[in-house]
């Protein structure tokens, strides 16, 4: 992990030495976490990964005093901005895939919908103050001044938002329909199989500034 890009954004000059033996793998990462957010005058910070939603059982256990928010989007726009980021626009078994990642997180959100904060994303958009406000208030914070982004937009299209044509509609109505009445631990037992056993734990892409570091120092 501290050799991840993640940790060396956290701290470009260098971290902290953290025992994980003695913090424990859950403790470890808050006292990362909080350590990087004092050392930069804050008093709160996010960690934003939706793939995390399959762990969420497992990290609201683990982190109880921590706030959990979801955005929740239209199911045919979050189709189409997954196949378009991550596959081909005309590729089925892109829009399969992309359709059935959809319901197995809309189950999981759902069985723990007592526990989160769900924000409508298109609520966001439409009236961003007033619900920036709301989540303010629900999490005991101050401020009404504009939250922008330092990062740049990452959207999946380059220009206008795209058309998605009927046989494409058809089949992400298709996987709804199949997986109403698969109960939503199974679909969180599916998402946690997959990535436990079916992924690398890390990509080789998530060590590039370290790389580059080390070959600086070599060189």
Known sequence: FERSDYWHLLYPKGG?????????????????????????GCTHWVENTPAHTVMLGY???????????AIMRDRMATNRSN?????HQNSFKGWIKAAIWTEIYLKILK?????????????????????????????????NEDVKSSW??????DHDIPHIPFRFRLLVRLVEFLFKPIPPLLCE???????????????????CVYRGKQQALNE
Request: some cysteine.
């Open 189 to 207: 037992l599916m998402g946690r199989y997959w990535y436990a056993f079916r992924r690398p734990l890390l990509p080789n892409w998530f060590f």
């Open 83 to 87: 196949v378009y980021k991550f596959h």
């Open 16 to 40: 902290p030495m953290l025992d994980i033996e003695q913090l424990g793998v859950d403790g470890y990462f808050e006292e990362a976490m909080n350590h990087a957010a004092r050392q930069n």
């Open 152 to 157: 740049a937009p990452d959207s999946s299209y």
């Open 111 to 143: 069985r723990y919908s007592s526990k989160i904060y769900l924000i409508c994303y298109e609520n966001l958009l439409g009236n961003f103050a007033a619900e920036r406000n709301k989540l303010f208030s629900k999490l005991g914070l101050e401020g």
């Open 59 to 69: 990290l609201l256990r683990s982190f109880p005093y921590a706030h959990f928010i």
